[in-house]
């Protein structure tokens, strides 16, 4: 199970974190993925990380922005976001799957309810 929370309205160039509490089993050697859908557009990929080792990867348009993160010991991935952006508003959600560096925007057959994320500018 994947618990996802932290959104909320913040003004542009503002920060916020998001946070992906997750239960249920271990999650070493799962990928944890944030991904995001604003309104009328489809859900895109924004970051993933590795459990166990920290490996990162992120989409373009958040590169520099933001970090993700994990605490192994408290089943935690986090998401921090920086210098928001309007366009940056939208339902975030974490997801997981088994471990497959090569496709870490794709494939995640879990997924947590989504958190609202919204930037005024």
């Known amino acids: 199970q994947l618990q996802a929370c932290g959104g909320g309205l913040v003004q542009a160039r503002g920060s916020l974190r998001l946070s992906c509490a997750a239960s249920?089993?271990?999650?070493?050697?799962?990928?944890m993925g944030w991904f995001r859908q604003a309104p009328g557009k489809e859900r895109e990929f924004v970051a993933a990380?590795?459990?166990?080792?920290?490996?990162?990867v992120y989409a373009d348009s958040v590169k520099g922005r933001f970090t993700v993160s994990r605490d192994n010991a408290k089943n935690t991935v986090y998401l921090q976001m920086n210098s928001l952006k309007p366009e940056d508003t939208a339902v975030y959600y974490c997801?997981?799957?088994?471990?497959?560096?090569?496709?870490?925007?794709?494939?995640?057959?879990?997924w947590g309810q989504g958190t609202q994320v919204t930037v005024s500018s």
């Open positions: 997801a997981t799957k088994i471990y497959d560096w090569a496709t870490p925007a794709t494939g995640y057959p879990y």
């Open positions: 249920g089993r271990t999650f070493s050697g799962y990928i």
């Open positions: 990380i590795t459990w166990s080792g920290g490996s990162t």
